[in-house]
């Protein structure tokens, strides 16, 4: 089972290269800004359907959760305005090389310290050993 999501991780991630590469021409078109509220505007219309029809119904409060749980809706659309500026300027490969390169180490670090709520996983060297490869592919796509 564990298989199953690590490959629905690895078609997300596919995904998120494919955004990019539309975020760069859309930002182009139309400006960076317009392109990340037009991601956004669909994402959010797709979602509303989605909750309309596959979401149960006795999910708690909007207004009941803790409102630092919400900084995602902040970064998200900085992470988007990243990917419209940088894409096409250094490249997909590059771009998202970047983005996995500071995901591992901020996930590092809350895992490390426990933060967010998730379970405490101590950095070992096995971790670090992967920070080191990624660091080193954003090198050698760099020089390419």
Known sequence: MQLVFVLLTILGGMGLS???GLLGPLGAQIGKLWATFSIFGVGAALTFLMMLFLSPRNTPSFFSIPSWQLLGGVLGPI???????TTPVIGIAMTMIGILA???FKSLMIDH?????????????KRLIALVFIVIALILVARG
């Open 18 to 20: 494919v955004e990019a």
């Open 79 to 85: 992470y988007v305005i990243i990917l419209t500026i």
């Open 102 to 104: 500071g995901q591992i």
């Open 113 to 125: 310290f426990g933060l967010l709520g998730v379970s405490h996983r101590k950095i070992d060297s």
